[in-house]
């Protein structure tokens, strides 16, 4: 928590030392709307995580732009993903 990514590499490396293996997700809500004149798209996500081995979920929040590729795919430009702890 806290600490910034960049980079695919790293942010792989990030996701695989996580002291767990699997967590499952509940989205609670999700708004998107356009971004800029190139077609991309703002999504904001709020939701619960409950890690393997726990009984309680967490509360996040993830906020990432998505940006049309000229293969016609999205790809993540921006993401900042938060758990609430409050």
Known sequence: EGQKM???ANIVQ???SLPFQSCTHH???MDCQ???QTGGIIVSVTGQLLVEGESHPLKFSQVFQLMPSPQGNF???NDIFRLNYA
């Open 6 to 8: 960049q980079g695919s």
């Open 14 to 16: 990030k996701l695989t």
């Open 27 to 29: 989205v609670s809500t």
């Open 34 to 36: 356009p971004s800029g």
């Open 75 to 77: 790809y993540v430009l």
